[in-house]
């Protein structure tokens, strides 16, 4: 298939992460339009669906961050970027939105989805994977995140004890209830 709007949508696709239909659709005469592009382009493999209205084409499964905002990716995947962690991970988003959490098929990888209360949804900053730069949880909002989803473990603690910055710490607990506060700094004695 060739034409203007094809072209137009290749060329945005390359420039972006991920794209949705309505990104997609303001590049054609019509949504419907945009949906026919759409379809042949996933038939040809040129692109991928990551979820349902979220096309990419590139091969990281992690961009499913970029679908269920607001959310980061967290847990065992964001010790792996903060050197805290060396076994190889799937990727761990968590997200605020009303979604069904537990593992989800994207690109051919399993990813986890976990759910987390408006409020605690904090604490990450944008790190570069490869050529994109993905929300990932800091190492004190991780340390937090495994208390709260019970993925701790005796072995990781060391690693947290080196590198959390007791200060910043402290301010995010401030967010959550005086049980949990004394459990994780608990944790970190």
Request: contains cysteine; proline residues 4%; charged residues 30%.
């Amino acid at each position: 298939m060739r034409g203007k709007y094809v072209d137009k949508i290749r060329e945005y696709l390359k420039r972006t992460p991920v794209a949705n239909m309505g990104s997609i659709s303001a590049l054609t005469p019509n949504r419907e339009y945009a949906y026919v592009i759409m379809n042949h382009l996933l038939k040809r493999g040129e692109i991928k669906r990551i979820t349902r209205g979220y096309y990419t084409v590139h091969e990281e499964p992690s961009l499913l961050v970029y679908c269920l905002r607001p959310a980061y990716i967290g847990l065992q995947d964001a010790m792996s970027f903060h050197n805290l962690w060396e076994q190889e991970t799937n990727p761990v988003i968590i997200t605020a939105r009303k979604v069904r959490p537990g593992v989800r098929e994207v690109l051919g990888q399993n990813v986890w989805v976990r759910r987390i209360s408006p409020e605690h949804l904090f604490g990450y900053d944008y790190i570069t994977s490869g050529d994109f730069l993905l929300p990932v949880s800091d190492v004190e909002k991780t340390l937090i995140d495994m208390v709260y989803f019970r993925e701790m473990r005796r072995g990781m603690v060391e690693g947290f004890k080196k590198k959390v910055n007791r200060q910043k710490l402290d301010g995010y607990l401030k967010k959550y209830g005086g049980n949990f506060r004394k459990k994780v700094v608990e944790i970190l004695r």
